[in-house]
């Protein structure tokens, strides 16, 4: 199992980072459709699928760099592992972009609303839910600058 470690390099230990990290973020999104306020019961399909497709491009980057080829074929699997690890910064920015917009006119009438009705919109429950949206938008950003920054670092050192 050590060796196993030994032959990693930096690209792996983020790439599994990233993989993590939009993990969190779909569960925050799942939370903040399900929880009482707001956004209960916006939940939207394609922000679940690009998550999750984005979670399996990572694994599935750090699963072929295992793997060892030889000519071609190495080169090619270098290709598909970095197409991969690209596509799920891809998909991560793609489910950020999609979750602030169905939040961010919500968003705007929780915390910008007239003085006259604050009391109304405010509310403990509308609140939670604002602040869980935001934390979610948080942590797909992170989720999508490591996936960035993964894909500039090798994967595995090259046995002798």
């Given at each position: ?5 030994k ?9 599994a980072l990233v993989a ?10 799942a939370?903040n ?9 916006l ?6 699928l690009m ?5 399996l491009?990572a694994?599935?980057s750090?699963v072929?760099a295992q ?6 074929a190495?080169?090619a699997a ?6 991969l ?7 991560l920015?793609a489910s950020?972009l999609l979750?602030?917009?169905s939040?961010?006119?919500g968003?705007?009438y ?8 604050l009391d109304?919109?405010?509310?403990p429950a509308?609140?939670?839910?604002a ?7 948080v942590?797909?950003a ?6 960035m ?11 002798a």
């Amino acid at each position: 199992m050590a060796e196993f470690f030994k032959r990693q390099k930096v690209g792996t230990y983020i790439t599994a980072l990233v993989a993590v990290l939009a993990l969190v973020s779909l569960i925050i999104y799942a939370v903040n459709g399900a929880a009482d306020g707001y956004f209960k019961g916006l939940t939207e399909t394609p922000v679940v699928l690009m998550s999750v497709i984005a979670i399996l491009c990572a694994a599935g980057s750090i699963v072929l760099a295992q793997f060892e080829f030889e000519g071609n074929a190495a080169k090619a699997a270098n290709l598909f592992g970095d197409a991969l690890r690209i596509a799920a910064a891809m998909l991560l920015i793609a489910s950020m972009l999609l979750f602030i917009g169905s939040r961010i006119e919500g968003l705007a009438y929780i915390f910008g609303s007239d003085e006259n009705v604050l009391d109304e919109v405010q509310t403990p429950a509308n609140l939670s839910s604002a602040y869980t949206a935001i934390c979610g938008f948080v942590f797909y950003a992170i989720s999508w600058v490591f996936a960035m920054a993964a894909a500039f670092f090798g994967m595995v050192k090259k046995t002798a």
